[in-house]
């Protein structure tokens, strides 16, 4: 408890004066341990722990609070962050000046099944609970009451966000100065089983809970948002597109943009195939589109989209706004 670091890794870290030449992926690995960490801090990267290859977990517990840093304000590494065989990372009371307000991961951060990451009370310019490269969820992700100064309010994903089967991704109480209250990624794809649910998120920008690229729901996947705010675009998301496959669920309730689209914005296309299911009530927009701003509506026999209580306070499509709309 209450170590500091003038450089990096505020408890230890593992970053060789020479080039490190190790062929290990990982250069600290946690097998049926437990690390409990309290009022770190580091200069540089990494207020807990700083790593120029990966971290893996397995079987194994860090729990860390009150910790400091420029960048992974408890973790940072230049390689992966794996949560391997029901282990558990828990970081509290956290912040980073630059990336991470909790970890600042450049390869991939993976939670596996049975595994679970809790990051609550975090903040970072960027990334205010997370900032990786891309993100792996086939466990249990938990962040809550996260702040960032420009973009993504719980994750900063600079690549793919991909929730499994097992995944489950919770955020709540999570905030941006731009684009992502929540989230903010390049794409996001849900497999069948997977869940992710967002409540009380807010953007200065576009996407109250969720910004990225395509966006694509597979059979049984759920994602549901619920009371944000974006202050330009998509109250709820804003995405390039959106794909709803069959049994998949997306429901967007109760969210508001101070510019277009209620409840989503999407440039491009949203598709909801054969058995798919769309809901998009009580939102509201000062701009076009109560409900949704879409490029192109493509609805497919036998889908289901359930649109109401939308409000266009100051333009077109109280519920829908959209440039085509298509059904086959």
């Known amino acids: 408890d209450d170590c500091g670091s003038d450089g990096s890794g505020g408890l230890f870290v593992v970053r060789p004066e020479k080039e490190w030449n190790s062929t290990a992926d ?31 977990l397995e079987r194994s517990a860090f729990i860390m609070q009150n910790a400091r840093s420029s960048s992974g304000g408890c973790i940072s590494t230049d390689g992966d962050l794996n949560l391997d065989g029901n282990s558990e990372l828990k970081c509290s009371n956290v912040a980073a000046v630059e990336a991470g ?13 049975g595994s679970l990451a809790e990051l609550k009370n975090c903040s970072a310019r960027r990334g205010g609970g997370i900032s ?39 955020v709540s109480s999570a905030s941006a100065a731009f684009e992502g209250g929540g989230i903010l990624a390049s794409s996001v794809e849900v497999q069948a089983g997977g869940r992710v ?7 200065g920008s576009g996407g109250g809970a969720l910004s990225c690229g395509p966006i694509v729901l ?26 709803v496959m069959p049994d998949a669920i997306i429901e967007v309730v109760g969210t508001t943009s101070g510019g277009e689209g209620g409840g989503m914005t999407i440039v491009s296309m949203i598709q909801v195939r054969p058995g798919g299911t769309l809901i998009v009530r009580d939102t509201i927009a000062e701009s076009a589109g109560g409900s949704m701003h879409v490029g ?16 266009a306070a100051a333009s077109y499509g109280g519920c829908i706004f959209a440039g085509t709309l298509e059904s086959n």
């Open 197 to 203: 649910s967002f409540s009380g998120t807010r953007s």
């Open 218 to 243: 597979r059979g049984n996947a759920s994602v549901q948002i619920a009371n944000s705010y974006a202050a330009l675009s998509g109250g709820g998301l804003r995405a390039q597109s959106l794909d």
């Open 101 to 113: 307000g909790a970890l600042r991961v450049r390869g991939i951060l993976s939670i596996q099944p």
């Open 132 to 170: 990786v490269n891309s993100l792996i969820v086939d466990g249990q992700l938990v962040v809550a009451e996260v702040t960032s100064e420009e973009a993504g309010g719980a994750a900063d994903v600079q690549g793919d966000l991909l929730v499994g089967a097992a995944g489950d991704v919770v």
């Open 296 to 311: 192109t509506l493509l609805l497919s026999e036998n889908a289901t989209v359930e649109v109401s209580n939308g409000s």
């Open 26 to 56: 990982y250069a600290i690995e946690a097998i049926n341990s437990t690390i409990s960490a309290s009022g770190l801090s580091a200069a540089g990267l990494g207020g807990v722990i700083d790593g120029v290859a990966g971290v893996r």
